[in-house]
């Protein structure tokens, strides 16, 4: 049995499930977030938890048995809360703008880098080296901090570049000079 999967999910108040086979629904104070309920996985609520149960011991229903549960954890958490990641951008002439939803970034190339940010996402820009990225979808909001870090990955030797806050980046040793 799964660990993850047979844990209980706790609906918070104002927050409202609805389930139309295959689809979950769930419908809170910041927005709504809908779902596939995959085969072989049956989501069942009442009294304010939500349970997910597999209905066969196979292999893969077994790994969807948690994955279901998680997602479905993380859609209450975004309607409730929302998902937010930051990004530090260090180097010398490196900075972020946001230009109603075009993010420019100017990263050392010889053009600044232009990313169009997707509906649902919001980022706010501080001191120019700071971007934050908020959203309900965990998902979205991963994929948009990945692609921007994409633009410039740090690099091992001055740190220069677009991390996570809090990311740690191995430093490697330069050249030394010849004896």
């Known amino acids: 049995m799964s660990r993850?999967?047979?844990?209980?999910?706790?609906?918070?108040d104002g927050v409202k499930i609805?389930?139309?086979?295959?689809?979950?629904?769930?419908e809170g104070?910041?927005?709504?977030?809908s779902m596939e309920i995959p085969r072989g996985v049956e989501v069942v609520s009442d009294n304010g938890i939500i349970?997910?149960?597999?209905?066969?011991d196979d292999k893969k229903t077994a790994s969807?048995?948690?994955?279901?549960?998680?997602?479905?954890?993380?859609?209450?958490?975004?309607?409730?809360?929302?998902?937010?990641?930051?990004?530090?951008?260090?180097?010398?002439?490196?900075?972020?703008?946001?230009n109603g939803n075009i993010l420019r970034l100017l990263l050392g190339y010889s053009h600044p880098v232009e990313y169009e940010i997707p509906g649902g996402i919001s980022v706010n820009v501080d001191k120019k080296a700071i971007i934050a990225i908020s959203g309900i979808d965990?998902?979205?909001?991963?994929?948009?901090?990945?692609?921007?870090?994409?633009?410039?990955k740090?690099?091992?030797?001055?740190?220069?570049?677009?991390?996570?806050?809090?990311?740690?980046?191995r430093r490697k040793v330069g050249k030394s000079a010849g004896v």
């Not at 389930?19 to 629904?25: A, H, K, L």
């Not at 104070?29 to 977030?33: C, D, E, M, N, S």
């Not at 002439?93 to 946001?98: D, N, P, V, W």
């Open 4 to 12: 993850i999967g047979k844990k209980p999910i706790e609906i918070p």
């Open 18 to 26: 609805r389930q139309d086979d295959p689809m979950i629904e769930v």
């Open 29 to 33: 104070p910041k927005g709504t977030l």
């Open 51 to 56: 349970m997910v149960k597999r209905l066969s």
């Open 64 to 98: 969807l048995h948690g994955m279901t549960r998680t997602l479905i954890a993380n859609m209450v958490t975004g309607v409730t809360a929302g998902f937010e990641k930051t990004l530090e951008i260090s180097g010398v002439g490196y900075r972020a703008e946001l």
């Open 138 to 152: 965990k998902e979205i909001v991963g994929r948009v901090a990945a692609e921007i870090r994409s633009f410039k």
């Open 154 to 169: 740090p690099e091992p030797y001055k740190g220069k570049g677009i991390r996570y806050s809090g990311e740690h980046i």
